[in-house]
């Protein structure tokens, strides 16, 4: 609890919000209302579809346009604020965005690729927009995303990376370079403990493992940790799996890797992000030997004195498109 927190709501809802996820049974309660409706042949739940494929999907309606402008424009001053800094936004559709043909038949969707035009037209020129669907669709047929969870897969993530390397006009490791080893079989993800659809098969977690290894040192401010991995393997026994990558939600970490000075190819980064950068990142430790990574959700300091203070010109946002269109913690940018 804070002043500013009170102010402006945001302790409000998210007390809301705790209360609701800790209601006495809630889960038995979820799955009875789940089960009683699928034998009314019902295919939504809590706001989640179940689709073809048994593909679970998030319901996406038109977003306030407004509001996305002003996030859009929070985007924008950070970049007038900081002419000397080079500025990427990646922004990836999610699995509803990429998929809609195999929602239930006459289920309510949006085109998500709309409003990534409508982010195309109302960012500035300076900054180089990625859109997510440019280097999804071409993989559309792929496993590019988890069936039970709102993120993409490590696939999914790989895409991203080499999109983003090869904008950069840098040489992007190939599938080749990687061990890619299955570590788990049994991911449930946020879709269904949301829905609680019963009778879905697990997903799958991969973990891409350079065989030409880089030895990393994590910083988290948050705990004031340091780490030597990546990955958090005590994770994959707990319901939220998909926290293997960079051992879930931090609002601030730094990332160091041991790499030949041959192979570098920019000295630091700067990821402003939603939990779709987690496991994008690994992949960026084998080019950038520091990364410094913020959830803009949860940090609460100046971006800008940050940036200033660790000497970082390069900045990459990476977002989907369902957090982005509701992110008002973007505002921040604007201080």
Request: proline share 4%.
């Amino acid at each position: 609890m804070t002043l500013e927190n009170v102010l402006s709501s945001n302790y409000a809802t998210e007390a809301e919000s705790y209360v609701t996820d800790h209601f006495p049974f809630r889960d038995q309660w979820l799955w009875i209302k789940s089960v009683s409706e699928q034998a009314r042949l019902q295919q939504e739940n809590n706001g989640i579809y179940k689709g073809k494929d048994e593909y679970l999907f998030e319901k996406f309606l038109q977003p306030d346009y407004h509001k996305l402008q002003r996030y859009i424009e929070g985007v924008n001053t950070f970049g007038d604020n900081h002419t000397d800094v080079d500025i990427t936004f990646m922004l990836a559709p999610t699995s509803v965005g990429l998929y809609p043909e195999r929602l239930p038949w006459l289920a309510p969707s949006y085109s998500q690729e709309d409003v990534s035009e409508f982010v195309s037209n109302y960012l500035d020129n300076d900054i180089t927009y990625m859109d997510g669907f440019d280097f999804l669709s071409p993989h559309a047929s792929e496993s590019i995303y988890y069936r039970t969870d709102h993120h993409w897969s490590t696939y999914g993530a790989y895409l991203a990376y080499v999109a983003y390397i090869e904008k950069k006009g840098w040489q992007p490791l190939s599938q080749d370079d990687f061990i890619i080893k299955e570590v788990s079989n049994s991911f449930l993800g946020s879709y269904h403990t949301r829905s609680q659809f019963h009778g879905l098969s697990p997903d799958m977690i991969e973990a891409y493992l350079p065989i030409e290894q880089v030895a990393t040192e994590i910083f988290i401010a948050d705990t004031n940790e340091t780490l030597s991995s990546m990955y958090d393997e005590s994770f994959l026994g707990k319901k939220d799996q998909y926290a293997y990558f960079l051992g879930g939600v931090h609002a601030l970490m730094t990332i160091k890797s041991d790499l030949d000075k041959l192979d570098i190819k920019q000295d630091k980064l700067l990821i402003i992000k939603d939990s779709y950068a987690h496991n994008v990142i690994p992949f960026l430790t084998n080019h950038i030997p520091e990364i410094h990574v913020i959830d803009i959700r949860y940090y609460n300091g100046s971006i800008g004195e940050y940036m200033s203070d660790n000497g970082l010109k390069d900045v990459l946002y990476i977002f989907n498109i369902s957090t982005f269109v509701e992110d008002a913690s973007l505002l921040k940018l604007n201080n």
